[in-house]
């Protein structure tokens, strides 16, 4: 739903309520309520809009925002930048605590997936990540880092000299090595969920 007078004809539609029902309901002509929808008339008064959301059975937010806030669409992680979430149409959600289990996290998360072809670590084909944009690293865990080769994903730390290491997760045995200065992070990995292989 891109516009508001789409969404309250898509909301009526799902109602079962014809224009002129969905008039009496909320106390205006059943003109008026095309004009809505068709975006004849762009501004509605917050009374009236109140009583249109009551009508329909939704919430304001639901009405004036839609249900895309509500259903995040997963995003395209691709090896090369920019970051998915820059994307102006990208939806951000929100985790729970049980979700996040430990991780202090208050900003936004995206709902990544890697593209077709594309391949991370920590992260496998078909599978979910949920990911906050931020350029530090403040407590260790698996980050999204964009260096000279590109996006990729790996475990940070700080060592004992306060210098932030990196190691992979394709080598379980590697050794933590300093991140190079012209790496950055630019997001953190906060919760994963695996492609069901059964």
Same mark, same amino acid.
């Given at each position: 739903?891109?516009?508001?007078?789409?969404?309250?004809?898509?909301?009526?539609?799902?109602?079962?309520?014809?224009?002129?029902?969905?008039?009496?309901?909320?106390?205006?002509?059943?003109?008026?309520?095309?004009?809505?929808?068709?975006?004849?008339?762009?501004?509605?008064?917050?009374?009236?809009?109140?009583?249109?959301?009551?009508?329909?059975?939704?919430?304001?937010?639901?009405?004036? +925002?839609?249900?895309?806030?509500?259903?995040?669409?997963?995003?395209?992680?691709?090896?090369?930048?920019?970051?998915?979430?820059?994307?102006?149409?990208?939806?951000?959600?929100?985790?729970?605590? +049980?979700?996040?289990?430990?991780?202090?996290?208050?900003?936004?998360?995206?709902?990544?997936?890697?593209?077709?072809?594309?391949?991370?670590?920590?992260?496998?084909?078909?599978?979910?990540?949920?990911?906050?944009?931020?350029?530090?690293?403040?407590?260790?865990?698996?980050?999204?880092? +964009?260096?000279?080769?590109?996006?990729?994903?790996?475990?940070?730390?700080?060592?004992?000299?306060?210098?932030?290491?990196?190691?992979?997760?394709?080598?379980?045995?590697?050794?933590?090595?300093?991140?190079?200065?012209?790496?950055?992070?630019?997001?953190?990995?906060?919760?994963?969920?695996?492609?069901?292989?059964?």
């Amino acid at each position: 739903m891109d516009s508001l007078g789409q969404r309250i004809k898509h909301l009526r539609i799902q109602a079962d309520l014809n224009k002129a029902a969905l008039a009496r309901k909320v106390g205006v002509s059943d003109v008026t309520i095309s004009y809505w929808e068709s975006g004849a008339i762009k501004q509605i008064g917050h009374e009236r809009l109140v009583a249109l959301a009551d009508a329909l059975g939704c919430t304001l937010a639901q009405l004036l +925002e839609g249900d895309a806030r509500l259903k995040p669409t997963p995003l395209y992680l691709r090896g090369q930048p920019p970051v998915p979430w820059l994307d102006p149409n990208a939806n951000h959600f929100t985790l729970s605590d +049980e979700i996040l289990a430990g991780v202090d996290w208050q900003g936004e998360c995206y709902l990544v997936t890697p593209a077709p072809g594309e391949r991370f670590d920590y992260l496998d084909s078909g599978d979910l990540a949920a990911f906050g944009p931020t350029e530090s690293c403040d407590q260790p865990g698996r980050y999204l880092i +964009e260096g000279a080769g590109g996006l990729y994903i790996g475990q940070l730390e700080y060592g004992d000299s306060g210098e932030l290491l990196f190691s992979s997760g394709s080598d379980a045995t590697s050794v933590p090595i300093p991140l190079e200065t012209t790496e950055r992070v630019v997001g953190r990995l906060l919760a994963r969920w695996r492609k069901d292989s059964a």
